[in-house]
Structure formats: structure tokens, C-alpha cells
């Protein structure tokens, strides 16, 4: 319609995490509502979804690390004036968990200069439960830690796949 590129809000959010984590199939799944090509992604590097929550119409442009994450050359570009970052393990790699600690909060740290921003710790692939090295209740206590807010999801399944931005946006809506 005329008016499909209205917005009360457009947001900027980030998807940070080891490589192989499945940011970039979150991404993909959130933006096209399937899970058809569960393949490995070569990294995009945004994507834009114009959606309606608590009532207000909003214009998400999520980044993807487009595996730069691999060479560990994110740089305060990626970073700026971001609203949200979403930092995602996989469940079932324990490393992918403590590198959150020991290599991505402190990237955040060092680059990120909106104070104001708001994090989501996301632990993904809980399909395959019988492989899980992370507890929930461990990615309960370190999001409390670094004062974010979690979901575990399935890109696989579905589960919470859209949960995960809406409720971020949902928290940046509420940011003066
Ligand atoms: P990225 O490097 O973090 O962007 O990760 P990718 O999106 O490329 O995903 C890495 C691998 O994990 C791919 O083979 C995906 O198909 C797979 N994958 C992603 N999400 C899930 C999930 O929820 N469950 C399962 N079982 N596999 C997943």
C-alpha cells in the first residue's frame, strides 16, 4: 500500500556470537518465516523486517557478522549506533557459551558506545536436546550477570525464532 514504508520506530540490531552458532539462519528464518534451507549460510550482511508490536509499527535492519567473526575483525563500524545486540550460543558447543564471557562481552565493551543498549543472550539448536551442554538455568544466571534478557530458541523447530526479535524490540521501545 502507499503506506508500507511508514514506521513509528526503525531499530538497528546486531547478531554476535562464535561462528556456527546459527545467526545467520535466525536471520534468515525471521525474515522469510521458514525453515525450508537449514544449510550451512554464508553470512549476509542485513537484512530489513517490517513488523507490528505492541501496537506499533516497526522497521528492524538486523546485521549479521557475514563470518567476519571468524577472523575476530569486528570493529566499533559494526557496533555503532546499534540498539540491540543479540549475542547467540549453540546449546550444544559449551565453548560457544563461554566465549560469550570471554570474548564477546568484552568486544561490546570495548566498541559499543550506546550505553543504553540493550542485550538479549539467545542459546539456539535446543532440537537436539540429547546433545545439550548448556543448562537453561546456566544461560538463566549469565544474562542475569550482564543484565540481558534470554530465550532459548530452535532455528530448526521454530521455537521462539520471532519471540527473539519481538521481544527485544519490544525492550528498546521502552529505552527514553
Ligand atoms: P552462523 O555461522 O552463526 O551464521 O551459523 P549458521 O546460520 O551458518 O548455522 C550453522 C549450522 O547450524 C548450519 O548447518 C545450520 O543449518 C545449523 N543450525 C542453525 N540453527 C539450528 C538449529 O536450531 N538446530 C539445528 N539442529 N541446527 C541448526
Redesign the pocket.
Known amino acids: 500500500s502507499a503506506h508500507s514504508n511508514t514506521y513509528d520506530y526503525s531499530f538497528k540490531i546486531l547478531l554476535i556470537?562464535d561462528?556456527?552458532?546459527?545467526?545467520?539462519?535466525?536471520l534468515i528464518s525471521f525474515i522469510s518465516n521458514s525453515t525450508e534451507d537449514?544449510?550451512?549460510?554464508i553470512?549476509v550482511d542485513f537484512k530489513i523486517k517490517q513488523l507490528t508490536t505492541g501496537g506499533k509499527r516497526l522497521k528492524l535492519t538486523i546485521w549479521?557478522t557475514a563470518?567476519q567473526e571468524r577472523f575476530r575483525t569486528l570493529t566499533s563500524s559494526y557496533y555503532r549506533s546499534a540498539q540491540g545486540i543479540i549475542l547467540?550460543y549453540d546449546v550444544t558447543r559449551r565453548e560457544t557459551f563461554t566465549n560469550l564471557s570471554d570474548v564477546w562481552a568484552k568486544e561490546i565493551e570495548l566498541y559499543s558506545t550506546n550505553k543504553e543498549c540493550i542485550k538479549m543472550l539467545v542459546g539456539?539448536?535446543v532440537?537436539?536436546e540429547s546433545e545439550r551442554a548448556v543448562t537453561k538455568e546456566e544461560g538463566m544466571a549469565l544474562a542475569q550477570e550482564y543484565g540481558c534478557l534470554f530465550l532459548e530458541c530452535?532455528?530448526?523447530t521454530s521455537e521462539n525464532v520471532g519471540k527473539c526479535f519481538e521481544e527485544i524490540a519490544l525492550k528498546i521501545m521502552e529505552v527514553p
Open positions: 556470537g561462528s556456527g552458532v546459527g545467526k545467520s539462519s535466525l537449514l544449510a550451512p549460510t553470512g549479521d563470518g547467540v539456539n539448536k532440537d537436539k530452535s532455528v530448526k
